[in-house]
């Protein structure tokens, strides 16, 4: 497998770097003078060890901003590696793990949705894919990832930031050097809620992240750096999403299940798809 077949590498400086693929979901990639840190995993579909190897050769450590399967799925690219995820998100990591699960995971990614404001679904699997190593790959040891925990690279610091919401163990990096957020999925446009998502904690990190002192954030699915001024649009979503008011919209992954959106107060459905502020929130009916 040629990880150039699946995925780009799009240089932002010459030691941070960012990893594209049609999974839809960006990792970051940090070079240090004596340590690499490879923020997520996605879901682990093409070689995405090759890709990372292919700009260093430094010792690695990979951090999940969440137990999210398009996240932490490539986990098991990178044995020797240590792996660091908040405990909080553990089980969910570890159920993404069942060889049923992942088998299913290959199914659903021969029909993706890319998102909400569209009808068309995508096969995102590379045609070389060794599915049974896939499905039979296992859970890797993780290491806990703590508030104000922070990575050493040699002249990047990077500073662990808990941002529950998304998922119950979310966490965001900020780079100490740019003050620069990397946020995962912990804020978005269009915010999910899934699963053990709590739109209480959700806005509690909001008030914290707009306290706290950062220039910008990375968002995991946005193609474009947001600037902090937005935090005060996505606290305003979460103001103003009538958890009595929803629609049903067919989910990203199986267009049989239905997730519940909640709108903010003025906006409709596809404004989702402008950038700069959020439109809606959505809860996952699975989680119900």
């Not at 340590?35 to 995405?48: E, K």
């Not at 992942?102 to 068309?120: C, G, I």
Request: charged share 25%; glycine share 8%; proline share 5%.
């Amino acid at each position: 497998m040629d990880w150039k077949n699946y995925y780009q590498i799009i240089p932002y400086t010459d030691h941070i770097f960012r990893i594209a693929s049609p999974e839809g979901v960006f990792i970051e990639l940090f070079v240090g003078s004596h340590h690499a840190l490879l923020l997520d995993t996605g879901f682990g579909f093409g070689d995405l060890k090759g890709a990372v190897r292919s700009v260093t050769s430094l010792p690695l450590i990979v951090v999940n901003t969440h137990g999210h399967l398009d996240h932490c799925n490539g986990n098991h690219l990178f044995p020797g590696y240590p792996v660091y995820m908040n405990e909080n998100d553990w089980p969910m990591y570890r159920e993404n793990f069942d060889p049923q699960q992942r088998k299913d995971t290959l199914e659903q990614a021969q029909h993706k949705r890319m998102d909400w404001n569209s009808e068309n679904y995508a096969n995102i699997l590379p045609e070389d894919l060794d599915r049974e190593n896939y499905i039979h790959a296992g859970t890797r040891e993780l290491r806990p990832l703590n508030e104000g925990m922070v990575f050493d690279l040699g002249g990047i610091t990077l500073k662990t930031i808990e941002v529950p919401g998304h998922t119950p163990g979310s966490c965001a990096l900020l780079h100490e050097q740019t003050s620069e957020l990397y946020i995962g999925d912990a804020a978005n446009a269009h915010m999910v809620l899934s699963f053990s998502g709590s739109m209480d904690n959700y806005k509690n990190t909001l008030k914290k992240l707009k306290a706290l002192d950062f220039k910008r954030m990375r968002l995991s699915h946005d193609t474009d750096w947001k600037e902090k001024s937005v935090i005060n649009d996505f606290i305003d979503c979460v103001e103003n999403a009538d958890p009595d008011n929803y629609t049903l919209v067919a989910s990203l992954f199986d267009p049989d299940i239905k997730d519940y959106m909640y709108i903010r107060r003025g906006y409709k459905a596809s404004d989702g798809a402008k950038p700069g502020f959020a439109s809606f929130i959505v809860k996952s009916k699975l989680g119900e």
